[in-house]
């Protein structure tokens, strides 16, 4: 870095500095010049896919992979709405992203006239961006452009959440002051400070009620996942010796294999012995779990509070009382130093799955399906499961992944069409082989980004549950024909595409086709034929909590 530099420049630079390594967008004259210096040699590995939603799961799914801030860069109007959906997705489940969007320069700007791409203000896509992100800014004063870069970036770092700069065409190549502060910076990016004194409080109050407790019970969330707590976490767990579940959104924050792990929480249709044994603690300390109707499903924290302990948002709630300027961080370590007493529960595992039945050879069942899958990686552990909105979501659930592997799903927001794309962003990332899970909904949202693969030289496996439709409503809905999809020949798209694409429909199939799957070097696309009427043992809970929940609200 230089002490002047030209915007466009010290963008990739800035960028650099704090180990960004790929840029995800789709250019557009508006924001052309920036896009080309971004993908100028030496700057950083442009990935485009063919629609923005894509890049802007894909940036997602980097972002959550790495640990690092996924950029994006679009045009301004068609492709920054374009991108409003998944940086929604981000926001709520705290994914650290910065949006960059061209726009028309200043004579433009003058000239009185609508300008192409316009909706209804010139700064409506800013205001847009307002609501959607913890900073969203407009960078036309050379004199501050730097620091209002460094300011964004900070803030994104500290909140976990999306940040928004817009860049006028013609300010790209101008040239800007940059401060020496930022020169001489490390590049090393903060988190959210806390008061000392609240955390030791925190921590002792923590740890007097634990060590009184007989049977307490972790639940550790998403925020201990953003917060890169995992290895602290798995050794407070250690200390403490009490059983450990995740939640629907922080699924594979803390290892399934680990002896200590009992399973996933979605409120009260989780497994009944995991239920049960919320039931019988006598303290529930909630690590990071975000308070959402889809993590705690129909028990609401009130119903424990006077039994819990939850640190969420830089708070700690300790029964009916808070301490504020407590972050997550700062809390687990605080309580990894202290005096605590060690259980020695023997926990074991829970899930939803009943025994596999019926012949391997008989169609093929979503239970049947999700056991293949575990079978897979039991014996390939290094694969990054994905879960698709629909079905796949709640049956995800039933997927045990190892310390080696991991897990991604858009648990909270739940949009459709995160998959593929969040995969292959993902792999770009980290390397790690994803194995997707998709329905053929979602699938036909964002599947065919799957096409870009072999551009990237990247190989996810992908499996398409193939029921014919949007089938997760079909049980409570009065016209299922409503609910269709045409039939899309996956497999034999997957194949023109440059790919393996294989269609089963028994369960002896698919695990041939999954082994196969393991030894090929493109990437693999499996269409697995289920029954539409049939769902996984998580969506048949839910459905059936749901229509008590209608006959009550009828009543
Ligand atoms: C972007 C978006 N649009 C709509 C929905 C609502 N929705 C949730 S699940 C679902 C159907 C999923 O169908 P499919 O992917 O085929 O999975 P299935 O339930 O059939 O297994 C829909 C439309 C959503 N979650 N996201
Ligand atoms: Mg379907």
């Not at 959607?132 to 870069?149: F, K, M, N, P, Q």
């Not at 009130?302 to 700062?330: E, K, L, M, P």
Request: net charge positive; aromatic share 8%; with cysteine.
């Amino acid at each position: 870095m230089k002490s002047t530099m030209v915007l466009g420049d010290f963008l990739v630079a800035y960028l650099q500095k704090i180990g960004v390594t790929h840029l995800f967008g789709i250019p557009g004259d508006l924001v052309l010049r920036l896009f080309m210096r971004f993908g100028a040699r030496r700057g950083l590995r442009v990935v485009t896919l063919s629609h923005e939603p894509g890049v802007g799961f894909a940036a997602d799914g980097y972002a959550r992979a790495t640990g690092r801030i996924g950029v994006v860069c679009v045009t301004y109007g068609a492709g920054g709405h374009n991108m409003v959906n998944p940086v929604a997705g981000s926001f709520s489940e705290r994914v650290p992203l910065l949006v960059l969007s061209g726009g028309p320069g200043d004579e433009e700007r003058k000239l009185g006239t609508l300008i192409h791409h316009q909706a209804k203000e010139i700064e409506s896509q800013l205001r847009i961006y307002r609501e959607l992100t913890c900073s969203a800014r407009l960078l036309d004063d050379t004199r501050t452009a730097a620091e209002t870069v460094h300011d964004v970036v900070q803030t994104i770092w500290r909140e976990q959440r999306p940040g928004y700069l817009e860049v006028h065409r013609d300010m790209v190549e101008r040239r800007i002051p940059v401060p020496r502060e930022i020169i001489e910076w490390d590049g090393a990016l903060h988190f959210a400070r806390s008061d000392e004194s609240n955390v030791a409080e925190a921590v002792r109050e923590t740890a007097a009620r634990w060590n009184a407790a007989r049977r307490p019970l972790v639940t550790v969330g998403i925020e201990t996942y953003r917060y890169r707590l995992r290895r602290d976490l798995q050794a407070l767990a250690e200390k403490m010796g009490a059983p450990v579940a995740t939640t629907v959104l922080s699924k594979g924050a803390f290892p399934e294999d680990h002896p200590l792990f009992t399973g996933v929480l979605i409120g009260g249709i989780s497994p009944p012995e995991i239920l049960r044994r919320v039931d019988r603690a006598d303290l529930v300390l909630n690590l990071g779990a975000m308070r959402t109707d889809m993590e705690l499903g129909s028990r609401p924290p009130r119903d424990v509070r006077d039994r819990s302990i939850w640190a969420v948002d830089g708070r700690v709630h300790v029964s009916f009382h808070t301490y504020n300027d407590v972050q997550i961080r700062h809390f687990v370590r605080g309580l990894l130093h202290a005096r605590l007493r060690r259980h020695r529960e023997r926990v074991r595992y829970h899930d939803n799955l009943p025994r596999a039945t019926g012949s391997v050879d008989g169609p093929l069942t979503v239970t049947a399906l999700l056991h293949e899958v575990n079978s897979f990686l039991a014996d390939h552990p290094r694969h990054l499961v994905v879960t698709e909105s629909g079905d796949m979501l709640f049956a995800g659930l039933d997927v045990r992944v190892g310390r080696t592997g991991g897990y991604l799903a858009q648990g909270f927001y739940a949009s459709m069409g995160f998959g593929v794309p969040g995969a292959l962003g993902a792999q770009l990332g980290s390397g790690v082989r994803p194995l997707v899970l998709a329905g053929d909904g979602a699938f036909q949202m964002t599947g065919p980004e799957i096409s870009h693969a072999p551009r990237y030289g990247i190989d996810p496996i992908v499996v398409v549950v193939n029921n014919g439709g949007w089938q997760i409503f079909r049980p409570v809905v009065s016209r299922p024909a409503l609910l269709d999809l045409p039939a899309w020949p996956y497999a034999e798209l997957a194949r023109a595409w440059g790919g393996m694409g294989v269609r089963v429909e028994t369960a002896a199939a698919l695990r041939r086709a999954l082994a196969d799957a393991a030894r090929c070097k493109t990437f693999v696309l499996i269409e697995a034929c289920v029954d539409p009427d049939d769902h996984s043992p998580v969506t048949r809970k839910y459905i059936e909590a749901s229509s008590r929940h209608g006959q009550r609200g009828r009543r």
